[in-house]
């Protein structure tokens, strides 16, 4: 219901490197002897099963992709890997939200309205510890609205418009 109710595109909250989630190889299931032993059946028993290719060594990577996880080695994740992902996203609604643009306006706005006017009617030594207290704040809070929520709030440019009106400060 997720993938039909939600947005048209989503974008994906990765859960880690290559590897990460749990691959067993064709060979072993193959040689599973039929009927399959109790202690097998649990290892697939209300799981989920995506077939394809999911090699991490360097040389044999075949349909593999650039992600934020790809490592200095030149790892990427699998394309089985990342349909996995979009679909743990799908089931357990974990897909990153972009905030909508009016409210990323709003902040931005608020930002630079809350950086002018602490700047201007309070004594420079007050305003500016001020200032770098509301830019650490916004910035703790956006984090945990993404660990937790999977929301995604701007940040370069709230950020970036405080320390702009604080640069702008003459100090004489």
């Known amino acids: 219901v997720s993938a039909y109710a939600g947005e048209g595109s989503r974008m994906l909250n990765f859960m880690g490197p290559a590897g990460r989630i749990p691959a067993i190889g064709f060979d072993r299931v193959l040689a599973l002897p039929d009927p399959m032993p109790e202690s097998d059946r649990r290892q697939f028993r209300e799981k989920v099963v995506f077939i394809g290719y999911a090699e991490t060594s360097q040389a044999e990577q075949i349909e593999h992709f650039s ?3 790809s ?3 030149g790892v990427d994740l699998s394309g089985v ?8 996203n799908l089931l357990e609604d974990s897909s990153i939200r972009q905030a909508p643009f ?3 306006l709003l902040i ?3 930002a630079g309205l809350a950086a002018t006017v602490l700047c201007l009617l309070l004594n420079l030594r007050i305003a500016i510890p001020l200032a770098v207290a509301l830019a650490a704040g ?3 809070l956006a984090v945990h609205l993404f660990s937790t929520g999977h929301l995604w709030l701007p940040m370069v440019a709230p950020l970036f418009i405080i320390a702009v009106f604080l640069d702008k400060i003459n100090f004489t």
């Open 81 to 88: 890997e990342i349909a996995a992902t979009a679909f743990v």
């Open 138 to 140: 916004y910035l703790g």
């Open 102 to 104: 009016w409210s990323s």
């Open 108 to 110: 931005v706005f608020v």
């Open 71 to 73: 490592s200095a080695d």
């Open 67 to 69: 992600t934020v996880f």
